[in-house]
């Protein structure tokens, strides 16, 4: 199938421009954000650790324990939030910089030159927080749809296999529009990508999950590797390429 082929080049691609040294600055903010995250989690830890509550007397200590498990859920809320922010700002506020990367691959693969300047970088921000919901949205509704299909047809064994998938594809949704707004495409046309090429959009979903999975440097180093090999699939699928590098039909 093309699209696996593209992917293997596009993975050829991303892990050979990255042995050479190039695009490692990219790198840096998401790095540095989560930096900052690690040290906040651990001083929320160190303070849960300090707060908690003990006494030499089994009734004092019995009511210290229920104060303690209280201060724990409130500390686990403000993990859980803070977490999220972390993961938000890594995945949508750095978008720029994710554009930046697709436009450098893209020009160094093709010799095309993209314009930037300040109002493109706001118009990343508020475009990628519009993708993110839209392929939230359609995801939250795929999500109920099949559980509504497994729950009566009693498929609940495919559920986790399902859920993958499902969030792998509108993950790829999004890391392609980064391509698809370089070259003036309107976001009902990223929607259109999407279904017009389903395993290439799922394949480098599934690759993004698989590394954001990794403890402590998946979060951050992700984006960054969805975006090259999105980048270089997208120009094989466009035929942006030379054809004769890879036959270009884009046929999956």
């Known amino acids: 199938m093309k699209a696996i082929t593209y992917h293997i080049k ?5 892990f050979s421009e990255l ?61 859980f939030i803070f977490e999220q922010i972390y993961i938000f700002i890594v995945l949508t506020l750095l978008s720029p910089f994710n554009t930046l990367l697709g436009e450098k691959l893209d020009g160094k693969l093709t010799g095309k030159k993209f314009e930037a300047n300040l109002a493109r970088f706001i118009n990343d921000i508020i475009r990628m927080i519009f993708v993110v919901i839209i392929a939230l949205l359609m995801e939250v509704a795929c999500l109920m749809i099949w559980w509504v299909i497994s729950f009566m047809l009693g498929l609940g064994i495919l559920d986790s296999i399902v859920y993958f998938a499902i969030s792998a594809f509108f993950f790829g949704f999004a890391f392609y529009d980064f391509a698809l707004e370089r070259y003036a495409t309107k976001i009902y046309g990223t929607i259109n990508f999407a ?27 992700s984006p960054v590797i969805a975006v090259m090999i999105s980048t270089v699939v997208y120009l094989y699928l466009t035929k942006k390429l030379p054809k004769n590098e890879l036959n270009t039909t884009t046929n999956e």
């Open 10 to 14: 596009g993975i050829s691609v991303t």
């Open 19 to 79: 042995a050479k040294g190039n695009f490692w600055l990219f790198f840096i903010p998401g790095a540095a954000i989560t930096a900052a995250y690690l040290i906040f989690k651990y001083a929320l830890d160190s303070a849960l650790g300090a707060s908690e509550l003990s006494s030499d007397y089994s009734w004092v200590d019995w009511i210290f324990g229920w104060i303690n498990s209280g201060v724990s859920a409130v500390f686990s809320i403000f993990d």
């Open 195 to 221: 279904f017009s090429y389903p395993l290439s959009v799922l394949l480098t979903g599934s690759i993004f999950l698989s590394i954001y999975a990794i403890p402590y440097i998946g979060i951050p180093i």
